[in-house]
């Protein structure tokens, strides 16, 4: 297991890979990607690409690691498919359960299955749970969120792909925003990244903006690394607080 490129979390933790469409943010899919490559490469653990694909050697990965990391479930799948079993669900919450030094930061755009899964099981407290919000349609998915009892509740608007409008953060603790890489991204408004920035900080909010991708504040297409990770001049890297409480 290697550390994570990925801003918001410190290694990834994939006890399945493979996924498929579900809503407008999967279009241009980094992971579907990335899976093509590797098993190109012949890559283990790839030689169904992208197609669903439970990974139960993986399982005890995070046992073997004593330092207390924040993983990133599933970052090259939906822990909550619809191909996922139940079944082998519980056995990757008994490992969360096993490793309480840990947090599991986990990441959904199947909110239906996720309260199906969860509706009469008490989440670990070393789980933050969040949904993928890209855009004014999907905001529905916040309200699934809510309704389960989370140690912290976390929204990924990413890629953001229109002025999302006005957003209900109650029971809300985190909210990741950014832009889409890959030579297909659909370019983001500083605006719509500011809006939602501003309601954070109303409603008291942890904001963190992961990056502008391919498109740059000024609309002009160039590498990611390039655009940087400021908003207004500022970077945003807030966390939600109450972190220590996970290990009393």
């Not at 990607?33 to 139960?56: C, D, I, Q, S, V």
């Not at 989440?123 to 389960?148: A, C, F, H, M, Q």
């Amino acid at each position: 297991m290697k550390k994570s490129k990925i801003e918001w979390t410190e290694q990834t933790w994939n006890p399945s890979v493979g996924c498929s469409k579900v809503s407008a943010g999967c279009q241009n899919c980094y992971a579907e990607a990335m899976a093509r490559r590797l098993k190109a490469m012949g890559t283990k653990g790839y030689e169904n690409g992208f197609e669903f694909t439970a990974m139960p050697e993986r399982l005890e990965q995070p046992l073997n690691i004593k330092r207390p990391t924040k993983f990133f479930v599933n970052s090259m799948s939906d822990l909550f498919h619809e191909e996922m079993p139940f079944a082998y669900l519980d056995a990757i919450f008994d490992i969360i359960e096993r490793t309480p030094h840990h947090t599991y930061q986990i990441l959904t755009k199947r909110e239906r299955i996720m309260a199906e899964y969860f509706k009469d099981k008490i989440l670990p407290k070393n789980v933050w749970l969040g949904v993928t919000v890209e855009n004014s349609k999907t905001k529905y998915r916040i309200d699934y969120l809510r309704n389960i009892n989370a140690t912290i509740r976390f929204l990924s608007i990413e890629p953001l792909l229109d002025d999302i409008g006005s957003l209900d953060l109650e029971d809300i603790h985190w909210v990741i925003v950014g832009g889409e890489s890959g030579v297909k991204a659909r370019p983001m408004q500083s605006d719509w990244a500011i809006n939602i920035k501003d309601q954070c900080k109303q409603q008291e909010v942890a904001f963190f903006f992961k990056q502008w991708g391919i498109w740059g504040a000024d609309g002009v297409k160039r590498k990611k690394k390039d655009n940087g990770r400021s908003l207004n001049g500022k970077i945003y890297d807030e966390y939600p607080e109450l972190i220590e409480e996970y290990f009393e």
